[in-house]
């Protein structure tokens, strides 16, 4: 938020310098984001006093100055302003200035053969406003040869963030407030225009949904004269960094930033019948001031007459309705909405406003009639006009909220000695009213306080949070014990790993569009859905880390990226019991694009495969701790995944600790990526714990005698996975068998249909004698037998 020193100086009577300001602005919390002073863009540019004015002599349209710039040497300067003439006292940029309004630096220069020494200067180069018809004309007493910024003077502009917390600091006169609590200075009562009413309001206000607009004040005021606003209110809205528009909406914008109540004016010869404040009907459209068509639904709050909606509550006017420079008589309305209402209206519409910033975060209910009476008061007093009697629709909160203090808390909890008085004081300087045993009241616009420590914040904050001290936590004698929980290590282990194995950590959103969650969610388990999202397009808690991925891998592979090999380790939702969030810590791996490049070797590119997900897979699960001697390859990977390329890794047929393969075609579809695509889930949670807890493990001891590899080949049922048949065989002779590789699979000519020959690698190890043909006989046989329960045969 943006305000001029000057625009707060209309609310606090101090004189605090700028930096004074500032420190106090950061020490209560109010966080100075910049301070910026427009006389520092004037500096190079100075008044001068034309003394003639000739025509260029190979121009019609230009001129050539003589200027006096008080050195007592006059410039040459050729100008094109129409109002250009000799005598006139004009600002004069010299060789050097930078031009604000488009960052040219003035040199010295020739035009049309004619030396020029700088350039008279309109304002809106200067951009101190609009006008670009001529060159900036000062009275005759302005002094030749003076700076123009000292001339002009100075008005810093400081910046600050209002946390989410603050609406009542969403308006200057609210930091002002705090300013003089803190001490800065004293706070000017709000200055209230007089008026008189004339008559009852002509249009019928009412609210038809009281939940979410509970109050709905306007009145109206005839013959009203719209215009340029006045250059103090310009100022005060340029410094906000608004643009001055024309005199009724400057007035409105002017309510709303100066005191954080938005406030809006229509053209009542444009409405027609009741003014309502009322829920759209679905369907509804309305074409709002930027002149975009929104369609509305039934949970969105507008405003409406006979004809139809005028405007989305709380966020934007219609463009029917609006205001303009023939403009006559107008309808004020202020209206006090529901803060949830208005920010998922915004949020579904994808519609962003000033209002819209107030009202979700919530506007004080007290400062409706107020606001009102000031709005009207200000337009009668610079745009004429009677206003009518108030209509009073519905009424906004009012029930103040009771907090029972303690004012040691302060001690306790914030770490600050603050008197009792003072406590009180600064409580009472900011609204709140303090009784004699305690019990706080606070004001209605602090919808932020909810109980005690809220209450030590604001008496902190305003002490100065630069008085609390850093404190060190106590800290026992001797080693400090570990503090990582074994999930923690875990997740850093399998990071590291990942990271090694050629990978690209991703961070991706733990929340999802909805059909992005549904999915990728399984079975009747239906994801979690926000009530009140940051977005509409992150609405849905994540299944999966998958769909995050997939959209991180989908953006790289936009800009260009030829591979895109990502993982992430995060946290899946489900609906647990009792209806809470059940959490599950999980790694998900992408792989796409190219795997290898194309090359004078290797010829084409070559791209990502099943088998690289399942690599990935069992490394990673072996860097976890986890059996993958013991594991399982079983199907059922999911609808997300190809049917025939993908399976899962289990420990029993329950267990499963993760699943890769090819992304389903129907996925890459729905998100639009180019596949093919390999991905990964390890599901962290399943991985069993270490049995053996020693410190260390056992030393390395190399066996005394030489191993013996032995080669089988047997037919095997073609659907049989390799994987079965490895355990199988490994599970044969567990004290003489040590490894077991598959170095040959076969299909086709020789082979039976329906079969499929499959060769392993057998290495047996002898332990205190060396093996004998009748041991290495029986252990064969062992072999055979283990591979004939599964339908295989020697061959």
């Known amino acids: 938020m943006k305000f001029s020193l000057t625009w707060l100086k209309d609310y606090l009577e101090t004189d605090a310098t700028v930096a004074e300001i500032c420190d106090a602005l950061n020490a209560i919390g109010l966080e100075v984001e910049g301070v910026e002073d427009p006389a520092e863009k004037l500096e190079g540019f100075r008044i001068a006093h034309v003394l003639t004015a000739a025509r260029h002599p190979d121009a019609d349209k230009l001129q050539v100055l003589t200027v006096d710039t008080g050195d007592g040497t006059p410039l040459q300067v050729v100008c094109g302003a129409p109002n250009a003439r000799a005598g006139m006292k004009g600002v004069l940029g010299l060789p050097g200035a930078t031009v604000p309004a488009n960052g040219m630096v003035l040199k010295k220069s020739a035009i049309r053969g004619v030396e020029s020494n700088g350039m008279m200067c309109s304002t809106r180069e200067l951009e101190l406003g609009e006008d670009h018809d001529g060159i900036i004309e000062l009275p005759d007493d302005a002094p030749v040869g003076t700076a123009f910024a000292d001339y002009h003077g100075s008005d810093p502009v400081i910046e600050v963030a209002v946390t989410p917390n603050r609406p009542d600091c969403m308006g200057v006169y609210g ?218 629709a519905g009424s906004p909160p009012s029930t103040a909220k009771i907090v029972a203090f303690d004012p040691g808390l302060t001690r306790r909890l914030g770490g600050v000695d603050v008197p009792e008085d003072e406590q009180k004081r600064i409580l009472e300087s900011l609204g709140f009213s303090v009784g004699a045993d305690w019990q706080v009241t606070c004001p209605l616009r602090r919808h932020d306080i909810e109980g005690p420590a809220d209450l030590v914040e604001e008496v902190v904050r305003i002490r100065g949070l630069d008085k609390v001290e850093s404190v060190a936590l106590p800290r026992a004698e001797g080693v400090a014990r570990p503090t990582a929980t074994p999930q923690q290590k875990l997740e850093r282990t399998l990071r590291r790993a990942a990271a090694a194995s050629g990978l690209n950590e991703a961070i991706t959103w733990s929340f999802l569009p909805e059909w992005a969650a549904d999915h990728f969610a399984n079975g009747d388990d239906a994801p979690w859905v926000l009530a009140n999202p940051i977005s509409e397009d992150l609405k849905a808690m994540r299944p999966s880390l998958l769909p995050g991925l997939l959209m991180a891998a989908k953006r790289s592979a936009d800009r260009g990226a030829a591979s895109a090999r990502l993982f992430e380790i995060g946290r899946r939702y489900f609906r647990g019991r009792d209806g809470l969030s059940d959490e599950k810590p999980t790694l998900g791996i992408v792989l796409a694009g190219e795997k290898t490049q194309r090359g004078w070797q290797g010829g084409k ?191």
């Not at 509970?214 to 005060?236: C, E, H, M």
Request: net charge negative; aromatic share 6%.
């Open 605 to 795: 590119a070559a791209m990502f495969d099943a088998y690289d997900a399942k690599a990935l897979a069992l490394q990673l699960l072996e860097a976890a701790g986890a059996p993958v001697a013991n594991l399982m390859v079983m199907g059922e990977a999911g609808a997300q995944f190809h049917p025939g390329q993908s399976a899962t890794l289990r420990l029993g047929p329950k267990v499963v600790l993760a699943r890769f393969g090819m992304v389903h075609p129907a996925t890459l579809k729905a998100f639009d990526a180019d596949g093919p695509i390999a991905a990964v889930e390890l599901f962290l949670d399943a991985i069993p714990p270490k049995k053996n807890a020693a410190f260390a493990r056992p030393g390395f001891t190399p066996p005394a005698l030489q191993a013996v590899t032995r080669d089988f080949a047997f037919l095997v049922p073609a659907s049989l996975a390799a994987g079965d048949l490895v355990r199988a065989v490994q599970g044969a002779d567990k004290a003489n068998i040590t490894g077991v590789r598959v170095f040959d699979v076969f299909a086709g000519q020789g082979v039976p249909e329906g079969r499929k020959s499959i060769a392993v690698e057998v290495t047996l190890q002898p332990g205190e004698a060396s093996f004998k043909d009748a041991d290495l006989k029986a252990i064969s046989e062992k072999v055979v037998a283990a591979a004939a329960k599964l339908g295989g045969e020697l061959r």
């Open 175 to 392: 930091i002002a407030r705090d300013l003089a609590a803190k001490g800065l200075g004293t706070l000017k009562p709000i200055a209230m225009p007089a008026f008189t009413s004339q008559g009852a309001c002509p249009v019928e206000i009412r609210t038809d949904d009281a939940e979410g607009c509970p109050a709905f004040y306007g009145r109206v005021i005839k013959g009203v004269t719209n215009g340029a606003s006045p250059d103090w209110l310009q100022a005060r809205l340029k410094s906000a960094g608004q643009r001055p528009i024309s005199l009724l909406v400057d007035l409105t914008n002017y309510l709303m930033l100066g005191y954080g109540r938005p406030a809006h004016a229509y053209d009542l010869a444009k409405l027609s019948g009741a003014v309502v404040a009322r829920r759209a009907q679905d369907g509804e459209e309305v074409l709002a001031l930027n002149e975009k068509t929104y369609t509305l639904d039934s949970e969105m709050m507008v405003i409406a007459d006979d004809n139809g909606v005028h405007d989305i509550a709380g966020i934007m006017g219609g463009e029917h309705s609006g205001v303009t420079e023939a403009t006559t008589d107008v309808l004020l309305e202020i209206a006090y909405f529901d803060p949830a209402r208005i920010g998922a209206t915004g949020r579904k519409l994808g519609l962003s406003s000033d209002a819209r910033t107030r009202f979700e975060r919530g506007v004080d209910p007290e400062f409706l009639a107020d606001g009102l009476d000031l709005l009207t008061g200000l337009i009668v007093e610079l745009a004429g006009g009677a206003p009518s009697e108030v209509i009073h």
